[in-house]
């Protein structure tokens, strides 16, 4: 497959567009965070393929608390429009200015109830998260974690403007951010924003392909 190397949209810092406005998650956003990105992601191919049938939904809704709510207000990574129908996680390099890092009770909740979650599942998640961390840049990057938008809300720009924070903090400081997605639906979204294949890889147990995509940072304007 041959894929074109120019993104559709070469910048998301228009000046003379006005988009909705974005602030960084607080705590008391954390159920909301939660709630929208269930809503969003309840059908998507990951959720299917990570987590057992059984109380999927609540194990997601447990996943999202953990590894977007409190991880995203406590390292100061999650943008949200202001009522939270749009929701965008990151995990920044170490030391990055105005985050901060994962604390060590978050992180031991995380250890102890991600196995819990994906359940049976656990080894191919983990295995396949691993060979993602392989295919990542060797330097200093921003990783997408988690991107949502509830359905009743899409279609009005809500993921660019969540995403345009994080994405101009990668052109300011010069470093790529990256992403790994389970659909070619979502790698033609991000394309739009200037992210590019790099890697085109299957699930650990090989039940589903796999992307990962690397967004060079743009050179300022006036560079």
């Known amino acids: 497959m041959v ?9 998301i810092d228009d000046p003379d567009e006005e ?14 965070v939660a709630a929208t990105l269930t809503v969003a992601l309840a ?8 987590l057992p049938d059984d109380g999927r939904m ?14 995203g207000v406590a390292t100061r990574t999650a943008w949200v429009t202001e009522d939270v129908d749009a929701v965008a996680v990151w995990e920044p390099p170490a030391g990055a ?8 009770d978050v992180r031991g909740a995380l ?16 295995d396949t998260a691993a060979l993602v ?18 359905p009743s809300s899409r279609r009005r720009g809500l993921a660019a403007a969540v995403l345009a924070p994080a994405l101009l ?25 200037g992210f590019e294949v790099t890697a085109e890889l299957r699930t650990a147990d090989d039940e589903l392909p796999l992307w990962v995509l690397v967004r060079q940072p743009l050179r300022p304007r006036h560079a």
Request: net charge positive; proline share 8%.
């Open 3 to 11: 894929t074109e190397r120019r993104p559709t949209i070469q910048r």
């Open 19 to 32: 988009g909705p406005d974005v602030r960084v998650a607080e705590q008391r956003d954390v159920p909301r």
């Open 43 to 50: 059908d998507s191919r990951w959720t299917r393929w990570a």
């Open 58 to 71: 609540q194990r997601l809704t447990r996943l999202h608390e953990l590894d977007a709510g409190h991880r």
């Open 97 to 104: 200015e105005g985050t901060a890092p994962l604390p060590d």
């Open 111 to 126: 250890d102890r109830e991600l196995p819990h979650l994906s359940a049976h599942r656990i080894a191919s998640v983990r």
């Open 133 to 150: 961390a392989a295919a990542r840049p060797a330097g200093p990057h921003w990783r997408l974690l988690h991107l949502g938008v509830r």
């Open 169 to 193: 903090r990668c052109d300011a400081d010069g470093l790529p951010a990256v992403a790994a997605v389970f659909s070619w639906a979502n790698v033609r979204f991000l394309r739009g924003f």
